[in-house]
């Protein structure tokens, strides 16, 4: 960001900072100076100066983004480039709203213009102060205009979040008689603005969600027959608001009775029909909603929707629902299954079995055979678990049979149990489409998936892939009883990456969880591990730290070197009118060079080399294209070790290196030998192999740690350094 004159903005100068101001009569924004180190009421000063506005005591500084009055202390925050909005105070505008209302020719100029400032609690108090709620509510009451309705209900709506104004008010509930209108025009495609018709929808949410004495009346004059038909159309504000009061009034039903009611109503009244009709399929699905704000309000609408009608399940999450009896009755009936499903004539070619309930509910993999109602008895599976089970043996039973057929041959430790797998995944389900769950909030990152809008037994027909991929896992891993929790976590993450890629109907979630096998799950792990540490490594934390681990890495690499030159190696002799082989070690106190020439590849002991270069006298060491220049033939890992005789004379010795790493070692050991900086590749690709596997070790024992962007605060020093008890004398 540049200022007016094109210098690039200081952000080091504490006590000025470019902002963006409009003042009212010149609607363009302003790149201007506010001086954090005056008043606001000083800088309204230099603005009305500039403006050339008359009384600096009438005008205010907000927000341009939502509108917070800027004040003293909240101006120490401005950065540069924030947006603000010169216009007139507060009291000033009341003042000539609540005349406004007063003259009657312009009440509906006043009303539009009360609803850009009746949410702002400053204006709302000096609007109630000077009388402004008597005058607009005997305005509301005489006459509520077609043009100014909106305007009217949006500031009621305003003034009742800051607590102003009262819902039991006589006028309330003519709004609510004339708002059913506007809703019952939409319904009916008649001609009507879509911004009476919204706020009369988002009257009605704050209505029922807020004020729990209005859901009744609202619930009886707006039907959810009436709320599907304004679903139909397209205009995404209708939809949302729609949306968004149907969610209201169902959660209210809850509140009220129960979610196996809300259940039958959403069935009955096909509002999950019409959502996928109306909302879902003409807007392109999920990727459409996510382009705009008003698209983005409607998806997060429909993941509200999803959410509650995914709740209506909590009534069947335990075995307190429904009576004793008809749990042993459904008992009974999954236990049938296994006799129908044919184990009993499989396993009678091998041994005999005695057909009694225990045996079949041993067959289903209870860990209860005896009393099966225990495992059931753990929320959130109950009730739930025990009719996915059902559900998947009926609806499926091919499958069914094929489940069970495969583990009734297997040991105990082998097979797999579908009563325990059944009920482990019902909670999984549960945990991971947080149902029941109170903590549910509504994030804005979020989004439904719309395969849960693709029948009313979505969750059943989700169990039914579910409980096959489980099978098919377990087979994959080999699994036995005691890994048991890692079939889950891995089925989890099955289920999870599947979901994310948003599948639009059950046949499309089975084709996408069957690609991720267990093989692949592991690549993933293996590669989002990988992604985390390479993101985690840029953090300024982590460069911090490689900084001060670099000389200790650097020193291991050295020590490794001269180790290895200490060790020896064997070489060619470089020239071609020598032949034969030159051994060479390091001393172990790294002071001489023993080298000796030989016949055979054996390498001598230290003592046995007579011949000795002294460290100190050795003048530099060439390399590859460097040695290449000498008078010896070309090699690609020719080392060429000059040093000073005892004459002083510089003399040269040719060594021909057996490979490239030798090369590289001997090359990066004679250097630092030298005191200087290692330069072969090796030695780069050491470097970087050990400061990360460093690094990710030390990263693994922090793991689900947030690394912080500022080192934590240095506390402040003691009163006194007397910290030697006086008794310690």
Known sequence: MTTPSGTPIQSSTQDVVWIQIYENEKPE??????????????????????????????????????????????????????????????????EEIFN?????????????????YAGRSKFADEFTKRGGLTIFLQRLEESIQQDCFASFLQCVR?????????????????????????????????PIAVKSVVQSLEFFHDGVSKYPDLYKEISEKVSYGLLNRCLEWTDDDIQSSSLALIVALLKGKVDRSSWKATREIIYKEDIRDTIVKNVIRRSGGIRELRQSDSKKRKSQQLLAFQHLMLNTLIGRMSLSSITPDKVKSKLDQLRKTVREAGVYAVAGADEEIEMNNETDFKILGSMNPRDPTLDLNDEPSGLLALDNMIFFSNKQNDNFRKFILENCGCNDSQ???????????????????????????????????????????????????????????????????????KVLNIVQEQITRSLRDNPTTIDIFK??????????????????????????CKEKVIKELTGRLTPKIKALIKQQRLNQLVKGELFVKALKKERGYLAMRLSPNYKVLHYKELEDSNIPQLDEMSKKIPVTDITEVKTDN??????????????????????????????????????????????????????SAEADNDFNTLIKMDIRLRLLEIENVKLPKLPPPIPPEPDNFNFVDEYYH
């Open 158 to 190: 305003g003034l009742w979040q800051l607590g102003k104004i009262n819902w039991n008010d006589k006028a309330i509930h003519k709004i609510i008689d004339k708002c059913v209108t506007y809703i019952e025009q939409a319904a009916k495609n008649s």
């Open 29 to 94: 924004m302003e790149l201007i100076k506010y001086f954090k180190d005056k008043t606001v009421e000083q800088n309204i000063k230099i603005y009305c100066e500039r403006y050339n506005l008359v009384g600096e005591s009438r005008y205010a500084i907000h927000y341009a983004s939502d509108g917070r009055l800027l004040t003293n202390e909240s101006s120490k925050d401005l950065e540069h480039g924030d947006k603000l909005h010169l216009h007139k105070s507060s009291d000033v505008i009341a």
């Open 100 to 116: 406004g209302l007063v003259d009657l020719s312009g009440t509906v100029a006043n009303i539009n213009r009360l609803a850009i």
């Open 626 to 679: 460097e040695a290449q220049k000498g008078r010896g033939p070309k090699s690609a890992y020719q080392l060429n070790i000059y040093y000073k005789d005892e004459d002083n004379h510089i003399q040269e010795l040719n060594l021909a290196c057996n490979g490239e790493a030798t090369h590289s070692i001997w090359c990066d050991g004679i250097l630092c030998l030298l005191g200087k900086e290692m330069t």
């Open 415 to 485: 097979a797999c149990p579908f009563m325990k797998s059944s009920i482990a995944l019902t909670k999984l389900l549960c945990n991971l489409l947080k149902i029941g769950d109170a903590s549910f909030s509504l994030n804005e990152n979020d989004s439904y998936i719309e395969v849960f809008f693709d029948s009313d037994t979505v969750f059943e027909e989700l169990f039914c892939v579910c409980i096959q991929i489980w099978s098919k896992t377990w087979k994959e891993m080999h699994a036995t009883s005691e890994d048991f929790n």
């Open 511 to 536: 084709i996408t969880i069957s690609r991720l096998n267990f093989n692949q799950i592991l690549k993933l792990l293996h590669s989002d591990i990988q992604d985390t540490i390479e993101k985690n």
